[in-house]
């Protein structure tokens, strides 16, 4: 498993889709095959049959070499610090590298919420579920407010500024959520 931020993953897949480019006739355009199989992946095989068995042939033709690439054994990616594209969610899950979305703040410790593949907690482009003993709820003006034992008590000789972010008990992370 690795943690990383959205921006290197796309540079990881950026470079994939660049070799994939070089390839010529038949093994680039079952690399691209593949990649087109990948965006219409959904997660716990909710697609059809049909899909499952190309799905099947792509992973034992092209997303092992991806596999192998990125160590062999890597079997999870965790994001967060921005959102990830969920092109990439889909074709890294498809590809049998899931990335799970998470989201935090330095004030919360980091996370508040985040996907996992327990229970069929991986949606496709969501933050996933709340973490235990964290409470959230959103302000009529769309602000993400949140309380737990993972909010921070105050910033390090600031006195003032955590009154203007701690309101009620519950902290004002300035994200707009639904």
């Known amino acids: 498993m690795i943690t990383a ?9 950026d470079k994939i889709d ?9 093994k680039k355009k079952l690399f691209f095959w ?11 095989g ?3 049959l049909w ?4 799905l099947k042939v792509a992973r034992q033709l092209i997303f092992s070499k991806w596999k192998e690439g990125l160590s062999g054994n890597l079997e999870l990616i965790v994001t967060g610090r921005a959102a990830l594209q ?5 074709i890294f899950a498809a590809a049998e590298i899931p990335m799970l979305e998470g989201y935090g703040l330095t004030e919360t410790s ?7 593949l327990k229970n069929k907690g991986f949606r496709l482009g969501t933050i996933g579920k709340l973490i235990e003993f964290v409470a959230l709820k959103i302000a009529e003006d769309g602000d993400i407010l949140c309380k737990g034992p993972n909010v ?4 390090f000789k600031e006195e003032k500024l955590p009154n203007e972010v701690l309101i009620d008990s519950y902290f004002h992370t300035g994200d707009i959520g639904t």
């Not at 660049?18 to 038949?26: D, R, Y």
């Not at 969920?86 to 889909?90: D, E, I, K, M, W």
């Open 5 to 13: 931020v959205p921006r290197l993953v796309e540079k990881v897949y």
């Open 18 to 26: 660049a070799k994939g480019k070089e390839l010529t006739g038949i």
């Open 34 to 44: 593949a990649i087109a199989l990948g965006l219409q992946f959904e997660p716990f």
């Open 46 to 48: 909710t697609n059809d």
């Open 51 to 54: 899909y499952e068995l190309q």
């Open 86 to 90: 969920p092109r990439l969610t889909r």
């Open 110 to 116: 980091p996370v508040i919420s985040a996907n996992n």
């Open 152 to 155: 921070m008590m105050g910033y």
